[in-house]
């Protein structure tokens, strides 16, 4: 090629009639160029097969060779309209936004109820029509024609345009304390994440007590336990802290995702860390989880209250959620044993981590301040008069105000703000269920039919219990499930005579346990699925067997703890 300018031309050999090519003069080309280009073009031959159409380049310093670059191109005509190229082709209409098949599921269950179904007396037209709304609301939840906060909102919107609801009704549990102790809870999460410390966390006990598989269990299980009352979120606590170190520790033995050596190492790493840590952590703390905050709330729409709910909570979980902390990676570890018995090599690696991460940084000593405080005052804040949402408002204050967080950070936690938008519309509309007597109606029904086979409140709290963990298995989220079950199944236990905090309380904890059942089950449980580490078939039958040994730990130590404790 030469020096000057290159320039193209479309040229067809089957017809000089089909070549549709005009020539505009451009300043854009010189007119060196033009005086070049326009006799070569006139000059060709005409065609003497039919050959598909070729793109020539040529230059003004030796007009006489063309080259033929080896892309074949159509010119833009209308002959050419079935080409996948062509300008002229129409694009196709495509339906876009809700899914249709789980949309029409999801509006009929609501529509089969509210126009189907005869209403019961003791029920009024309006609550008859909340409710069927509230029913095709959690069908959407669990069948996602939507996004979770798109379809909570249509449903919003549907009490509102359909005078159900007043405006200041539908919208009134925005400004709910429990909700944006959820939302700012992500926040502070947040933090954990960002400045490493959940991560310097959970190195030191790898170093600690890192030289055998059992050992690597433990350590990340204390780790976990000791950095969820002050990171209220499982899927970060997975995603952001654990995960990132179990593959770090399994690599280095070999042990490889979505290959037969996962069993050396990672496969039980990841189900003791799924099975059992996360679950009994989160059930260990009012703050460690987001749904143990709206369990309390809805609870106390149905005149449930906890006094002093964080220590309330604490006290109650402890004993059980330790036993089963401690118990549950041995039997885990002779159920479901790693390839590989002794680490050695771990305490070096994370001794080589924490020295890449270097001393303690500034924001890192702030987070620790900061979360001291914060489990401070959600400890002792009742007695002196700071609720638990001002102790996170200032938590996230502090963290804002010295930089550890931006308000950018903020913005960013998309989690956050879908969470406040579906969990203000369910428990609006479940609070609303229960002043309209829906909820009574049902619970006065299923106690009515517990009673007829002469079921005891202990017999029946066990029945409902049991119901209320392996209906997840039609979940895949564990807050959809506490704002589609929790209060008609709280409901349930105080008509079935049940002591009301005794099953709050008991229903919320379960709420963390069955978070581990499937792989799709919770938010870490896709995390932790997602890493390649456990096969599906393992996933489900772990599930089910270590779900049957935390319900023995906690049922058993547990009974025994709440009655020592006066609960029943």
């Given at each position: ?87 002229t082709e129409s694009p196709k209409l495509q339906l876009q936004g809700a899914k249709i098949v789980p949309l029409v599921l999801s509006l009929g269950v609501g529509l089969i109820v509210r126009f189907f179904i005869p209403q019961p007396e003791e029920v009024t037209p309006e609550a008859w029509q909340l409710f069927s709304i ?349 704002g589609a079950l929790y209060s008609a199944f709280l409901a349930m236990h105080l008509a079935a005579g049940v002591p009301g905090v005794m099953a709050a309380l008991v ?62």
């Amino acid at each position: 090629m030469g020096s000057s300018a290159v320039y193209s031309a479309v040229v067809s050999p089957s017809s000089r009639a089909s070549l549709h090519f005009e020539y505009r003069p451009s300043p854009l080309i010189c007119p060196t160029a033009k005086r070049t280009f326009l006799p070569l073009l006139r000059s060709l031959p005409p065609p003497i097969t039919s050959t598909p159409h070729r793109l020539f380049l040529f230059t003004t310093s030796n007009p006489s060779i063309l080259t033929p670059l080896p892309k074949t191109i159509r010119p833009f005509s209308a002959s050419s309209s079935n080409d996948d190229n062509s300008i002229t082709e129409s694009p196709k209409l495509q339906l876009q936004g809700a899914k249709i098949v789980p949309l029409v599921l999801s509006l009929g269950v609501g529509l089969i109820v509210r126009f189907f179904i005869p209403q019961p007396e003791e029920v009024t037209p309006e609550a008859w029509q909340l409710f069927s709304i509230f029913l095709s609301t959690i069908a959407g939840l669990v069948l996602s024609p939507l996004p979770v906060g798109a379809w909570a909102f249509l449903g919003l919107t549907t009490t509102i345009v359909t005078k159900t609801l007043t405006f200041s009704t539908a919208f009134s549990a925005f400004t709910n304390e429990v909700i944006w102790l959820i939302v700012i809870s992500f926040f502070f999460a947040r933090g954990f994440v960002k400045t490493g410390l959940g991560e310097r966390i959970a190195t030191y006990f790898v170093k600690w007590l890192g030289k055998s598989t059992l050992g690597l269990s433990y350590g990340l299980t204390l780790s976990e336990a000791l950095i969820a009352p002050a990171m209220p979120s499982t899927t970060a606590r997975a995603g952001g802290v654990f995960l990132p170190i179990i593959k770090s520790l399994s690599l280095s033995a070999g042990s490889k995702p979505n290959d037969p050596s996962s069993k050396k190492l990672g496969s039980y790493l990841i189900q003791s860390q799924f099975q059992q840590c996360t679950s009994n952590s989160s059930a260990l703390f009012l703050t460690a989880a987001a749904q143990n905050l709206l369990c309390l709330q809805l609870a106390t729409e149905l005149g449930v209250v906890v006094a002093d709910p964080w220590l309330s909570w604490f006290t109650a979980a402890s004993v059980p959620a330790f036993s089963s902390l401690l118990l549950t990676p041995y039997i885990l570890y002779k159920l479901y044993p790693p390839e590989t018995k002794d680490t050695p090599e771990a305490p070096a690696m994370a001794a080589t981590k924490l020295e890449l991460m270097g001393p303690v940084t500034t924001n890192e000593c702030v987070m620790i301040f900061t979360m001291l405080l914060a489990v401070s005052l959600w400890v002792f804040g009742d007695a002196i008069g700071i609720s638990s949402v001002v102790t996170a408002m200032l938590s996230l204050s502090i963290l804002l105000l010295l930089g550890v967080l931006e308000w950018e950070d903020c913005l960013n936690e998309k989690s956050a703000w879908d969470t406040l938008a579906w969990f203000a519309v369910l428990v609006g509309m479940a609070s609303q269920l229960t002043n309209f007597g829906i909820v009574t109606w049902i619970s006065n029904y299923v106690a009515n039919s517990l009673q007829s086979f002469s079921l005891s409140w202990p017999l029946a709290f066990c029945v409902l219990q049991a119901a209320y963990f392996l209906i997840h298995y039609m979940f895949a989220s564990q807050t959809g499930h506490v704002g589609a079950l929790y209060s008609a199944f709280l409901a349930m236990h105080l008509a079935a005579g049940v002591p009301g905090v005794m099953a709050a309380l008991v229903l919320a904890f379960n709420t963390n346990l069955f978070g581990a059942l499937t792989h799709y089950s919770s938010g870490q449980a896709a995390v932790y699925f997602g890493a390649g580490y456990v096969d599906l078939p393992d996933i489900f039958r772990i599930g089910f067997v270590m779900a049957c040994v935390n319900g023995v730990i906690w049922g058993v130590v547990g009974g025994f703890w709440w009655k020592f404790l006066g609960l029943y």
